[in-house]
């Protein structure tokens, strides 16, 4: 399983950036998805899961109303866009997916984290 990242970069508050996540040698439309932070000094966070074939999406407190995750089956990739980007949501925002309960809600796996990760893409906001 690969799970590359990209779509990161610069952006000033209140901005948007479409995060993307290439998948190769998995079949995203039985896997559960996710997109996971980890912000300097902090715990990594599940920032939104959705579950497989989209029946439960899952965000975190902080970034409902802004954030969107969505998949693309046919392409085998998955999404996230950020609208309204805040200082607070500059991470490392990391994919990740896991063929394990994956009929089970978003929120479970944002809860539990997944089995394969990506490399991670750098979202800077400034201010």
């Known amino acids: 399983v690969q799970l590359q990242a990209f779509g990161g970069g610069l952006v000033q508050a209140g901005g948007s950036l479409r995060l993307s996540c290439a998948a190769s040698?998995?079949?995203?439309?039985?896997?559960?998805i996710g997109w996971f932070r980890q912000a300097p000094g902090k715990e990594r966070e599940g920032a939104s899961c959705?579950?497989?074939?989209?029946?439960?999406?899952h965000y975190t407190d902080s970034v409902l109303g802004r954030f969107t995750i969505s998949r693309d089956n046919a392409k085998n990739t998955v999404y996230l866009q950020m609208n309204s980007l805040k200082p607070e949501d500059t991470a490392v925002y990391y994919c990740?997916?896991?063929?394990?309960?994956?009929?089970?809600?978003?929120?479970?796996?944002?809860?539990?984290?997944?089995?394969?990760w990506g490399q991670g893409t750098l979202v800077t906001v400034s201010s």
């Open positions: 040698g998995v079949t995203l439309d039985y896997y559960a």
């Open positions: 990740a997916v896991t063929d394990r309960n994956a009929y089970y809600s978003g929120s479970y796996h944002c809860l539990r984290g997944m089995d394969y």
């Open positions: 959705i579950s497989t074939r989209g029946g439960s999406t």
